[in-house]
Nanobody, 119 residues
Framework: QVQLVESGGGLVQPGGSLRLSCAASGVTFSRYRMSWYRQAPGRERELVAS????????NYADSVKGRFTISRDNAKNTVYLQMNSLKPEDTAVYYC????????????WGQGTQVTVSS
């Protein structure tokens, strides 16, 4: 059974930092591209950051570039999202995603973790 379990969300003041973690089980983690998405109330889910399985190449939404960093530890089957200089507009539920396209497409989601940026 595949599980993606996020942790690390919470309430933080503007300018603060949080580190999200996503622990994967039931998958060969090193085969999966890992991503963080977020969904704010009344808005569609959007890609925040992703990291490839082999080279570890990363990409970020323009809104988080320079503030967020995605990383992975294949030995621990875990992906992280370090979030610095948080803004109120970063408030959302953050979801972990695992995607593998070879030899077949497999796509899994975590249950989400709430991040609230407010004074």
């Amino acid at each position: 059974q595949v599980q993606l379990v996020e942790s690390g969300g919470g309430l933080v003041q503007p300018g603060g930092s949080l580190r999200l973690s996503c622990a994967a089980s039931g998958v060969t983690f090193s085969r999966y591209r890992m991503s963080w998405y977020r969904q704010a109330p009344g808005r569609e889910r959007e890609l925040v950051a992703s990291i490839t399985n082999l080279s570890g190449s990363t990409n970020y939404a323009d809104s988080v570039k320079g503030r967020f960093t995605i990383s992975r530890d294949n030995a621990k089957n875990t992906v992280y999202l370090q979030m610095n200089s948080l803004k109120p507009e970063d408030t959302a539920v953050y979801y972990c995603n695992a995607l593998c396209t070879i030899p077949t497409r497999l796509n899994y989601w975590g249950q989400g973790t709430q991040v609230t940026v407010s004074s």
